[in-house]
Structures are given as C-alpha cells and as structure tokens.
C-alpha cells in the first residue's frame, strides 16, 4: 500500500470549516483513500473513502486531486466533538489487506 | 447493528497470568483483523482471518501470543504468559471482503489491558 504523509497537529475553530491534507505521491490506479479518525479511548472511526471522484456523505467531505497524489478531507462544520486523530490510509480495492495507520493528525477543535 | 463488540473494556492482571480477550464481529462481515496500540508503536496490526482462517500473523509478537476464530461470530486473542510490555489497548475490527471488494474496516471499542 502506498505511504502517506500528514500534518501531526491541526487547530481549527468550532462551527468554520476543517480541511484536513494527505499526501500519497505514490498511490497506484487500483488504491483507494480512506480517512478514520480516532477520538481518545475509542476505536478508530470510518469516515469516508474514494478512488478518483469526489465523496461526500453525512460525516465529510473528500477531494481529490485529479492527479491522485494528494487528498482532502472537509469537516463543513467543525464541532468540539470532532476533536480526534484522523488517519489517511491507501489501500489497494479486492485487498482483505489490514489497514496500515500512520501517525495521523491531531485536529483540535476550539470553542 | 451492535457495531463490533469486545470484551472485557478493561483487564488488570499480574505477570505471568493467562489473558484471553474476545470480539464478536459485525453480522454478516467474513474478515476480522486484532489490532494493538500504545503510546510508543501506535496502531499495530497483529494478526488477521478471512472466513475463519488466518491469513497472516507477521505481527504476533511471539508466542506467548494466540488468536482462534471458531466461528464467523467469535474471535479470541490469548497471552500466556502475559509481561508488562503486553499492556495496550487491543482492537478487533470486522470488514467484508467480497471477490472484488472489501468495505471499509469497523472497529471495536477496544480492550485496555494493564499488566502489573
């Protein structure tokens, strides 16, 4: 699976926009993006993946860019709860595969 | 949906001590994946099945580490003996795996294991 690369910490202001970055210059043509996040004491949490188009569902937002080598993910209205470490994953689509985490970005929400 | 459920939430056991941990995946999901995470090392993979049969377990410490799947809906990880660097918070997750898909992973809340 291709390697990606994130922030470690983001800050953000309740109620405006998250817009968390991930790099994967080296993701293949079958390997999809998934973003978890992991808020303290819980287990990580699914929230969005894609191939190429744009995803949105009722938890975020992901853009990608045309070429592939970097992804976004947009929390539209960051609330206190989005407090978390969300993790940037590529993974190859038919793989049973585990998910290989990184370090992740801290994203800290404040009041 | 349960989600996926493990217990026990928490252990405190002494050195030395049998540990066995358990998940109960998400209905209908044929991959289950035992993760660990620390402080240190972050979220490791331990071992992972496909339809009840393990398909790799490069990531088992050693072999003081083991991991059965009896069945579709009942998975258990082991330490015999347990040592103080085994403390961590243990995941389960479950995912289906189809011929040319697999959804997403969904974890567990986790085990927090302290051994003294």
């Known amino acids: 699976d291709a390697k990606t690369t994130q922030p470690p910490s983001m800050d953000c202001a309740e109620g405006r926009a998250a817009n968390l970055p991930c790099n994967h210059s080296?993701?293949?043509?079958?390997?999809?993006v998934y973003w978890y996040r992991q808020i303290h004491s819980q287990g990580p949490q699914y929230i969005i993946h894609g191939l190429k188009n744009n995803e949105t569902n009722e938890m975020a937002s992901l853009i990608i860019t045309e070429d592939r080598k970097s992804s976004t993910l947009i929390l539209p209205h960051a609330t206190l709860r989005d407090t978390a470490v969300y993790y940037c994953i590529v993974r190859a689509s038919g793989s049973a595969r585990q998910l290989t985490f990184g370090s992740g970005t801290q994203l800290t929400v404040l009041p | 949906d349960a989600g996926v459920i493990q217990s026990p939430r928490h252990e405190v056991t002494e050195m030395g001590q049998e540990v066995t941990l358990r998940c109960k995946p998400i209905?209908?999901?044929?991959?289950l994946f035992w993760y660990r995470q620390t402080m240190m090392r972050g979220l490791e993979l331990l071992i992972y099945?496909?339809?009840?049969?393990?398909?790799?377990d490069s990531g088992m410490p050693e072999d003081r580490f083991s991991a059965k799947m009896p069945n579709a809906s009942f998975s258990t990880l082991k330490i015999q003996p347990s040592e103080p660097r085994d403390s961590a918070v243990y995941f389960c997750?479950?995912?289906?795996?189809?011929?040319?898909?697999?959804?997403?992973?969904?974890f567990g809340n986790g085990t927090r294991l302290t051994v003294t």
């Open positions: 997750a479950s995912s289906y795996y189809g011929r040319s898909q697999a959804s997403p992973l969904h």
């Open positions: 080296t993701i293949s043509g079958n390997e999809y």
């Open positions: 209905s209908g999901h044929n991959s």
């Open positions: 099945f496909n339809n009840n049969v393990p398909i790799d």
